[in-house]
């Protein structure tokens, strides 16, 4: 089911689901009212007579009985003019499966326009307008003055990413979830950006608490990329099940300045959203940055074996999503992997000398074709004698496999690759 037609906002009520939530379960009231100054239920301007909406969300589908899936779905949305959407609904259909929901923003129709295994072909809707996961109820708005621009001279499509999580691998489930966007022609004084801060090669070893990763957008990132000062208004810290505390904090001169956001007993079904009702401001040179603590120790938490980033449930993530005013081009990631930092830069991302778009596509296109025709048939033995081992050696040596880069690169890059499980026993045997 593609974009559905824009609606007045004073038919809303004939929805189901607007008609649900005035009548939630005494839970939910509960969940709200401990935490209404940090997440929204209703929207005061989705009531305003300028304001429509449209819905975007994935047909009724079978929900896989694997315990993480990711599933795409590009819409065309209203183009005919400039518009802000102004607040964002999620539109959950099954609670049991989701995770998250985000909503990117495209230039151009990238493909099959039906729901998909997400892939490749879905990192080029790389701006994010709105986030929905697990704890967050009611809808999201729009910081007074702002708005999320889409339509003429911005976005013509909108690509939706849900994540399932069906831990217990149940089957036949379904699930129809989506996101209503409420917008406006009636353009607000600032268009509103998004960006993602954090960490994306954790290492958390077994049996510890209080664990620390740190990931920040850098002084030398927001020099760069600032061409003034931006406004924070809203950040959702993202962690999974390990999560304990999360904490963005604002460095200038290398002296903490502000707390913008501190979950200081996180939970992964409950992380909140926290409304900069007084914006944050970050000047160029600012450092931006994000602390997650991790427990591998305690109770349901415990874990025997290293965990590692990665976008499953069982692995971790330390990431903020940060709204701020004005929008700044290219400033939608600004996240580090390791030490080195990516600074929101489209197009592909180079890591010191490495970049992990043309390890693949060497590894790919020239290296499994050699090694192929000369590691299938040699023996334990006689490896180190072969041009198998001058094959082996030459991935070893690229400088996506050096360090730290070696380790996220064969678990998260290299390991999608199909014949990288013949291909990795090779590179563990190359020492001889």
């Known amino acids: 089911m593609a974009f559905v037609g824009a609606h007045d906002s004073e038919h809303a009520s004939d929805s189901f689901h607007l008609t649900e ?36 969300r994935i047909p009724e589908i079978e929900v896989p009985d694997s315990e993480t899936t990711y599933v795409c ?34 230039q151009h129709k990238i493909g099959d326009m039906s729901p998909h295994q997400c892939s490749f072909i879905d990192q080029r809707c790389q701006s994010w307008l709105a986030q929905w996961t697990m704890g967050v109820e009611g809808q999201v708005c729009a910081h007074p003055g702002t708005g999320i621009r889409f339509g003429k001279g911005s976005y013509p499509f909108m690509s939706l990413q849900i994540h399932w999580n069906n831990a217990r691998r149940v089957k036949n489930m379904t699930d129809n979830s989506g996101m209503r966007i409420y917008y406006t022609r009636m353009l607000r004084r600032y268009d509103a950006g998004n960006v993602q801060i954090g960490q994306s090669d954790l290492d958390i070893p ?30 959702y810290i993202h962690m999974h099940y390990l999560g304990v505390r999360g904490v963005l904090e604002v460095y200038r001169d290398g ?60 692995s971790e993530m330390c990431f903020a999503f940060v709204t701020y005013y004005p929008r700044v081009d290219h400033l939608e990631q600004c996240v580090q992997l390791a030490e080195y930092d990516v600074c ?15 390890l693949l ?23 180190c004698q072969s041009d ?4 082996v050696e030459s991935v070893r040596r690229h400088p996506c496999m050096k360090g730290r880069l070696a380790g996220y690169a064969e678990r998260n890059i290299l390991s999608r690759l199909e014949d990288w499980k013949w291909i990795r026993p090779l590179l563990k045997r190359a020492d001889c």
């Open 255 to 314: 002296k903490l300045i502000q707390t913008v956001a501190d979950d200081t007993e996180y939970q992964y079904q409950l992380s909140p959203i926290h409304v900069h009702n007084t914006p944050v401001e970050i000047k160029p040179g600012d450092e931006m940055r994000l602390t997650c603590y991790f427990d591998t120790k305690t109770g349901d938490r415990f874990r025997n074996h290293p965990v590692y980033y990665g976008e499953g449930s069982s």
């Open 73 to 106: 779905q590009q819409f065309k949305v209203p183009g005919d003019d400039a518009y802000h959407a102004v607040a964002f609904e999620p539109l959950i259909d099954n609670h049991d499966v989701m995770h998250h929901l985000l909503l990117f923003g495209c």
């Open 388 to 391: 198998c081992r001058r094959i």
């Open 344 to 358: 929101g830069q489209q197009g592909e991302r180079s890591y010191g000398d490495c970049t992990f778009h043309q």
């Open 206 to 235: 077994p049996g510890v608490t209080n664990h620390r990763e740190v990931g920040s957008c850098s002084g030398n990132c927001t020099k760069n990329l600032l061409p003034r000062s931006i406004f924070l208004t809203r950040t």
């Open 361 to 383: 596509g060497e590894v790919r296109e020239l290296l499994i074709p050699d090694i192929a025709e000369h590691c299938r048939n040699v023996t334990k033995e006689s490896e």
């Open 21 to 56: 939530s005035l009548f939630p379960k005494l839970i939910i009231c509960l969940i709200l009212y401990l935490a209404k100054d940090v997440t929204g239920d209703t929207c005061p301007v989705t009531n305003n007579p300028d304001v429509k909406y449209f819905d975007i």
